[in-house]
């Protein structure tokens, strides 16, 4: 998952580096006023996602079966536990019965 995340960032960073050098090249607009720099995170975030989206895929989907992985984990953990306060209640209404 750290994995992903980090090569999501450096997707983002990229886009930023590219879109920042095209703004301030003339190539891409400006923002209005003071908003130029909002304006390159803005763009650089909008274009990054669908990169990300496509470039990413693969990792995107072991990062995925990783958690599901871990939530199946913790799942059986927590029904092994219901399970044995199940077992433990039932000895002791047995108990509770046979006096």
């Given at each position: 998952?750290?994995?992903?995340?980090?090569?999501?960032?450096?997707?983002?960073?990229?886009?930023?580096?590219?879109?920042?050098?095209?703004?301030?090249?003339?190539?891409?607009?400006?923002?209005?006023?003071?908003s130029n720099g909002l304006w390159i995170v803005l763009?650089?975030?909008?274009?990054?996602?669908?990169?990300?989206?496509?470039?990413?895929?693969?990792e995107r989907d072991r990062a995925s079966a990783q958690?599901?992985?871990?939530?199946?984990?913790?799942?059986?953990?927590?029904?092994?536990?219901?399970?044995?306060?199940?077992?433990?209640?039932?000895?002791?209404?047995?108990?509770?019965?046979?006096?």
């Amino acid at each position: 998952m750290l994995r992903y995340t980090l090569m999501r960032l450096g997707v983002f960073a990229g886009c930023l580096v590219v879109v920042w050098g095209l703004v301030y090249s003339g190539l891409a607009p400006r923002g209005l006023g003071a908003s130029n720099g909002l304006w390159i995170v803005l763009l650089a975030l909008v274009i990054s996602a669908p990169i990300s989206f496509v470039v990413l895929r693969g990792e995107r989907d072991r990062a995925s079966a990783q958690i599901v992985r871990k939530v199946d984990r913790m799942k059986a953990g927590i029904e092994a536990n219901r399970a044995q306060e199940d077992v433990a209640d039932d000895a002791a209404r047995a108990q509770g019965q046979a006096s």
